[in-house]
């Protein structure tokens, strides 16, 4: 491109992102913060932690099963830890995998990984041995933080890894004598507090309780704290090799930022509830990062119980929490009287992955709740950008953002911006047009670890080229329509898997769906969709109705092939398998 070409496409970017931003002012939701909120400036995440632990150190931080662990204890136990990672060797910049459940453990690890200068590396502790090799192998790391139930991981680690030393951690340590809520099978099994694990520690393996004996680390932060490499979070590896993507406290914080600006967390009372995974980065931001950054307190569940989630709210006055829309409907299920256990929910973010929220599941919440409490979508993220990009926050008038096609979005968080492009050229498409769609925000992560020309072809003069297919509409508002490499070209016209799944759901029988694509000699390629029954129509609804009601709703060229399965395949994070979809076609 000519200097004189180039310049003309800045400009063109301007006028297109001026635009936006007045159409983004215009629609900006009320009492919706325009800049992102950083309560105590932009500082280390850890310097949020110690000084809350001095303002307000007696506060719960974390609340598990009935254990209270306060700011104080959260600050001191992380500075012991980092005080032993430190006398073991390890450097700044050095990788410290952490393959733990949901646990206080957790969140000590986590924050003793950044004080100590090293990188916090996720690993889904549910993962098989080749997997977590994969990560440990690609990471570098040497020390790995997991727990005496995961033996399979532990031999895998040292029968195959570099791995030199891991902390072994006793997930009964925190339970309390008598829990407060229903207890999980994987904990119940434990016991009472004080009882001993069955694994014992040898060699390089170090128990948790000696590691905490370590001296604490000094209080002070280094220079360029802020910015330097802090974790290495895997995407999910869906299209390939998981690749670690390169985040730093500052992205952490603007997550935290965008949190409490939106209305994720508002307010000095505010409890959290976390049931999905922290492996996550959706579990890292709303439980690892924005409770502690805004100062709050968060309940954490080892995994999901309903009958524990709706224990906890009821006790512990949560005011918001993430779940997949299942995870609503199965406490509707449970908590059938209007306002009985739920009325503290603010903010109920949901996550349609398999059940699309709709208007019923939304006014069934809404009447049982109270008329403040909206289910509605948490918005668009990756991992690549820390997962919290767009919100829906206030924009749930007459259901726009349900009866919306396709899979609406929202408005980007403040300091966020976005544009759509073409994929072949990279030209800035129109308004209401498909594209790729970029992203800049301060929570975009600088590349893929060791993986250079991986990271040249995502991340081109400052924004993030997400890879995904999307809409900004005459509104300014994001739509969602699919991986690039999903859509389908049925007789020349382009068909999203996105939107033909959220047709569907729009059928009272659906309990999830999803669509791939199948070669056609006629078509080329046509759509076909997997569709999980709910219980109550298996026996009453055939594939040939289905498809009659396919075609009454949706474009013919749209009009999926159908099949009825038995459950759909999820993924690790809990979202339709394609691949596994694709493997199922020619059976």
């Known amino acids: 491109m000519t200097r004189s070409a180039s310049a003309a496409a800045d400009r063109h970017e301007a006028a297109y992102l001026e635009e936006l931003t007045a159409l983004w002012q215009l629609r900006w939701p009320t009492g919706v913060a325009a800049a992102p909120a950083y309560p105590l400036g932009e500082i280390p995440l850890t310097g949020y932690l110690r000084r809350w632990a001095r303002d307000r150190g007696d506060r719960p931080a ?9 700011y104080a204890e959260l600050d001191e136990s992380s ?6 990672l430190q006398a073991s060797g390890l450097q700044g910049g050095d990788r410290v995998a952490v393959a733990l459940p949901n646990c206080p453990q957790l969140f000590i690890a986590f924050y003793a990984i950044l004080k100590s200068g090293c990188v916090y590396v996720p690993v889904n502790p549910g993962y098989k041995p080749q997997e977590l090799l994969h990560i440990l192998t690609d990471s570098g790391a040497r020390t790995l933080v997991t727990f005496s139930a995961a033996r399979q991981l532990i031999d895998a680690v040292s029968d195959g890894s570099a791995v030199g030393r891991m902390i072994i951690a006793d997930l009964g340590d925190y339970l309390p004598a008598t829990p407060e809520l229903p207890l999980p099978a994987m904990l119940s099994r434990l016991g009472r507090l004080g009882e001993q694990s069955a ?32 974790a290495l979070n895997y995407t999910g590896g869906t299209t390939g090799l998981p690749k670690g993507c390169r985040h730093s406290q500052r992205n952490m914080i603007y997550a935290g930022a965008c949190a409490r600006s939106v209305g994720v967390i508002s307010g000095a009372d505010a409890v959290s509830l976390v049931f999905v995974p922290l492996c996550w980065i959706a ?12 100062g709050t307190t968060c309940v954490v569940l080892a995994r999901w119980d309903a009958d524990a989630a709706l224990a906890a709210i009821s006790r512990y006055g949560v005011t918001t929490m993430l779940g997949t829309v299942d995870h609503y409907v199965e406490m509707l299920h449970r908590c059938p009287a209007a306002g009985e256990r739920l009325g503290t929910l603010r903010a109920p973010l949901a996550m349609s992955f398999v059940t699309r929220l709709n208007e019923q599941i939304r006014d069934q919440w809404s009447e049982r709740a109270g008329g403040l409490s909206i289910v509605r979508e948490a918005g668009y993220g990756m991992t690549e950008t820390h997962a919290l990009d767009t919100f829906t926050t206030g924009l749930q008038g007459g259901d726009a953002d349900i009866r919306s096609e396709p899979v609406f979005c929202g408005l980007p968080v403040p300091g966020t911006q976005l544009k759509i492009v073409d994929f072949g050229s990279g030209a800035l498409v ?11 925000s301060p929570s975009v992560c600088d590349g893929y670890w060791g993986n250079p020309a991986e990271s040249a072809a995502v991340l081109q003069d400052g924004w993030l080229h997400t890879g ?26 382009s068909v999203f898997p996105a939107e033909v799944e959220s047709l569907v759901c729009r059928h009272p029988a659906v309990a999830g769906c999803g669509v791939v694509g199948m070669a056609d000699p006629r078509k080329g390629e046509i759509p076909v969709a997997f569709v999980e029954l709910r219980e109550s129509w298996v026996a009453s609804l055939t594939e040939v109705e289905f498809t009659a009601w396919c075609k009454e709703n949706m474009a013919s060229y749209k009009v999926p092939l159908v099949r009825f399965v038995d459950r759909l395949p999820l993924t690790p994070t809990g979202k339709v398998w394609k691949e596994a979809l694709r ?3 020619y059976r």
């Open 468 to 493: 995904d297919i999307a809409m900004l509409d005459t509104s300014g508002y994001l739509h969602f329509l699919g991986r690039r490499k999903e859509m389908l070209k049925v007789a020349g016209a």
């Open 283 to 294: 579990g890292e931001d709303y439980g690892l990062i924005a409770p502690i950054f805004t």
């Open 79 to 84: 500075d012991r830890l980092a005080g032993f």
């Open 199 to 230: 694994f014992q520690c040898g060699g390089s393996a170090i128990p948790w309780a000696d590691a905490l004996r370590a001296q604490r680390v000094s209080g002070g932060t280094q220079p360029g704290e802020l910015d330097r490499l802090a």
């Open 430 to 440: 129109p308004l209401g047009s498909a594209g790729g769609l970029a992203i800049r």
């Open 62 to 70: 974390i609340i598990y099963y009935g254990t209270e662990v306060s």
């Open 583 to 585: 493997r199922l076609l």
